[in-house]
């Protein structure tokens, strides 16, 4: 009898569970696109679709994680990488939802694989308990009309929209006017270096780049409302500043209208409003940069000063023995100053805590340490 029980409390569930036989998911969905040029708008449209497709299909997945910390995220960074789980699609129908409207519309049909969905959700979860709370700064520059216009209430609103992310917004009212006017001109020169060496230098990990520019068409009334109708240009880049490569980037033109009797007014909806649109888009390629790093073997810099040949050795066995480093060498030593390259699928900030908490026979302090780099002086008396 308990067999029976047994057996039956097993069956049901294998045959109850919503993933148990439904490895993928054919779903049919529509995808729009706004876009006046044809081939951008059919690509927008097709990246709409993926998206609805992938959200549909893993519906129960989706639902069922809604307790879990950083959902909100978690989900948006699944959902950016929806093109990747459909593993077949086939196009129903396909055009502009007229010939003047900009906006163009993808029927498909779609194969979605839950098991990938699923693991990707995991991934992801991993990632985020292991990256931290990095430390951000956006700085935006607009114009309007070729005039620059102010923009540090966008900029704070903008940071906020990312707080899902884990990310810490740094207050860039806080930096000296000065630094602050050098920012701003080496983002509207599009000046990547410099933004990166002043972000390291005011302590922040990322640089969110904005650049926005505005054209008014005409101003239109409509009964007792005027309406600003503007052309909105704008490009957002997320920047390591430790190496001022570029996580990722979003560039966007688009036509907008907006409620307003001033121009200015509708200018600095348009700041925002894009500029939170944008960030949101490039979040999830943020995030794809930090599984990347995560999952390869970075390249970790470490500077030793202050030590002898046989400090560096004992470094050397410990750094060799920490979990996911995979491989220490060393490109010189010198007047005791050695530099070593760390293979660790960790970034640099892990690495130095790991070598803290390993006894190597030497001690050592932390002077710096970047996602890639560290730098540690040997104390001596030990």
């Known amino acids: 009898m308990n067999v029976r029980i047994y057996l039956t409390l097993f069956l049901w569930s294998i045959f109850c569970s919503p993933f148990a036989f439904a490895q993928t998911q054919l779903v ?6 706004a876009n006046n040029d044809p081939a951008a708008a059919r690509d927008i449209a097709l990246e709409d679709a993926y998206r609805k497709a992938v959200e549909q299909a893993s519906g129960v997945l989706i639902s069922s994680k809604t307790q879990t910390e950083d959902f909100v995220v978690i989900k948006d960074v699944v959902l950016t990488r929806s093109a990747g789980f459909v593993t077949q699609s086939r196009v129903l129908k396909e055009g502009f939802t007229s010939p003047d409207s900009g906006i ?9 694989s839950l098991k990938k969905v699923a693991d990707t959700w995991a991934e992801i979860e991993t990632t985020l308990a292991r990256k931290g709370y990095p ?5 935006i520059g607009a114009q309007l009309g070729g005039r620059a216009i102010n923009t540090s209430q966008a900029e704070v609103e903008i940071g906020q929209s990312l707080t899902a992310l884990r990310i810490d917004v740094f ?3 806080t930096i000296e006017s000065i630094k602050a006017k050098k920012i701003q001109d080496a983002n509207l020169s599009g000046d990547i270096s410099t ?15 904005g650049k926005c520019e505005i054209v008014h068409n005409m101003t239109r009334r409509q009964g007792i409302l005027n309406y600003q109708f503007v052309t909105v240009s704008y490009t957002i880049q997320a920047i390591k500043t430790d190496t ?5 980037q979003h560039t966007d033109v688009a036509k907008r209208r907006y409620v307003s009797d001033s121009l200015e007014s509708a200018a600095h909806m348009a700041i925002l409003q894009e500029g939170r649109h944008h960030a949101k888009m490039i979040q999830g390629k943020i995030f794809e940069a930090w599984v990347f790093s995560l999952q390869n073997r970075n390249d970790l810099q470490l500077t030793v000063t202050g030590c002898s040949f046989k400090d560096l050795v004992r470094i050397k066995k410990a750094l060799g023995g920490i979990r996911n480093v995979s491989h220490v060498s060393q490109r010189y030593f010198r007047r005791n ?21 390993t006894d190597s026979g030497v001690e050592v302090d ?3 340490v970047t996602r890639n780099e560290i730098e540690i002086k040997v104390l001596q008396g030990k």
Do not use: P
Not at 244 to 248: D, E, S, W
């Open 366 to 368: 932390i002077l710096g």
């Open 28 to 33: 049919t969905v529509t995808g729009q696109g």
């Open 244 to 248: 001022g490569a570029i996580l990722a």
């Open 337 to 357: 100053t050695a530099q070593l390259i760390v293979k660790a699928k960790m970034s640099g900030e892990e690495l130095a805590e790991r070598l803290l908490e």
């Open 171 to 173: 207050d860039r009212s």
């Open 135 to 139: 430390k951000l700064m956006v700085v």
């Open 195 to 209: 933004m990166a060496a002043l972000g390291m230098d005011a302590g922040v990990d990322i640089v969110l780049r």
């Open 104 to 112: 163009y519309e993808v029927t498909i049909e779609a194969t979605v």
